[in-house]
Nanobody, 121 residues
Framework: QVQLVESGGGLVQPGGSLRLSCERS????????LAWYRQAPGKQRELVAG???????NYADSVKGRFTISRDNNKKSVYLQMNSLKLDDTAVYYC???????????????WGQGTQVTVSS
């Protein structure tokens, strides 16, 4: 059974950094397009960053210049380096793996269980 397992969330002060990791089991990882989404209480799940199977990246305007998505096909993993964290970054962060690249289709692909990121002073 294919699984996506996130890790790396936690509590951090404003201005701090965290690195999220997501490891996928199963085959075909190199073909997949990968993304991080987040969902804050009372809000819709939103795209944070995506990376295609060719390495092209896409970021939400709110995180550009602060967050970096990357992938390691040998480790079947995708990462999200988050710097200069703000209070508004507080959310559950989810890893997503899909065949397409329509990042705004939130019904596509498979999802991890989520990891909580809390930014608070």
């Amino acid at each position: 059974q294919v699984q996506l397992v996130e890790s790396g969330g936690g509590l951090v002060q404003p201005g701090g950094s965290l690195r999220l990791s997501c490891e996928r089991s199963g085959s075909g990882f190199v073909l997949l397009n990968l993304a991080w989404y987040r969902q804050a209480p009372g809000k819709q799940r939103e795209l944070v960053a995506g990376i295609t199977n060719k390495g092209t990246t896409n970021y939400a305007d709110s995180v550009k210049g602060r967050f970096t998505i990357s992938r390691d096909n040998n480790k079947k993993s995708v990462y999200l380096q988050m710097n200069s964290l703000k209070l508004d970054d507080t959310a559950v962060y989810y890893c997503n793996a899909r065949l397409g690249t329509n990042w705004y289709d939130r019904s596509s692909g498979s999802w991890g269980q989520g990891t909580q990121v809390t930014v608070s002073s």
